[in-house]
């Protein structure tokens, strides 16, 4: 029996480790950026990114369903939820590209009834 001495290293189950932690931060990475409200955004080339720190945030799903920061409220229930803020803070509406345009108009006419006056509409470039 000859000796043998360890000549060199197997990195190919590193490298599967490796390709198996990354795949896993970059899907769950995915799910952190888009936020809890499935809205998939219109595009629109004038986009701009806003740095206001504090906002109102009105999310419309495909489905008609309504959220105000992220609480799903009925069209009747959101002049009275937004009672509770103040009528100088912006309000972002999301709206998914595939909504009627009825429910988003019905959503723009109470934020102006109930005195919200910078009311916009989040898109993506």
Do not use: C, H, W
């Amino acid at each position: 029996m000859e000796n043998e001495s360890f000549t060199g290293i197997n990195i190919i189950p590193l490298v599967d480790i490796m390709l198996v932690l990354i795949t896993i931060v970059l899907i769950t990475s995915n799910f952190m950026v888009r936020g809890l409200i499935p809205v998939n955004l219109p595009r629109s080339e004038s986009a701009a990114a806003d740095t206001i720190k504090e906002v109102i945030s009105v999310g419309m799903t495909k489905d008609g369903l309504l959220y105000l920061q992220e609480e799903m409220v009925s069209l009747e229930e959101l002049p009275f939820k937004l009672g509770a803020f103040d009528k100088g803070l912006p309000v972002i509406v999301s709206a998914d590209r595939e909504l009627t345009l009825q429910p988003f108009v019905s959503v723009v006419d109470t934020l102006k009834k109930t005195g919200f006056a910078k009311i916009s509409i989040q898109t993506e470039q």
